[in-house]
C-alpha cells in the first residue's frame, strides 16, 4: 500500500514539475518567435486584486488592431499597515521584470497605473509576424513567478511523499 501512495503522490508532483518546466519552454519559444516590433499605445489598465495591476497596450500590425497586457515576472508588494502615519504609495519596475508595489493601508492602485504607464504613453511590442497574438509588452519573461510555484510544489510534494513512505516502512 505503502508504495502505492509514493507512486501516486510522487507522480503528482513529478507532474507539476514538468508543468512548471513546459511554461517555461513554451514561454522562451514564444518570445524567440517575436522578431517583429511596433509601437504600441496603453489604453487601459487591469486589475486583479492583491494591489496587482497591469497596463493594457493597444498595437496595429497590418490594419489590424490588438490587445495585450504587460507581463511581469512576479510582483513584489510591500503594504504598511498598522502605521498611522501616511504611507506614500508607489510602483516601479526593476530591470529584472519585477513589479514593486509599495502602498499603505489605503492604496489608490488606479492612480499608481495612471502614474506608472499614463493613457496614451508609447510601448514597444515584440511580436510574432506569423501570429501577430503572439506577443510580448517591453521585454521577454522567462521563469514567470508561476512556473517557479509549479516546480517548487511538485519537488516538496515528492519529498513530502518520500518521507511519508519512509516512515510508513518503520
Known sequence: ??????LVDGGIGLVLIISGILMNMISKKHN???TKRVEGKVISYSFPGESRMYPIVEYVVDGITYKTKKKYKGFKSIKASGIPLPVKS?????????????????????QMAEKLWPINSKMIVYYNPDNSKICYVDRPIYNSFASKMFIIMGSVVIVISIIVFVLMQL
Do not use: F, P, T
Open 1 to 6: 500500500m505503502a508504495w502505492i501512495q509514493l
Open 32 to 34: 524567440k518567435q517575436c
Open 90 to 110: 508607489n510602483a516601479y519596475e526593476d530591470e529584472k521584470g519585477y513589479l514593486h508595489i509599495k502602498s499603505g493601508s489605503i492604496v489608490n492602485v488606479r
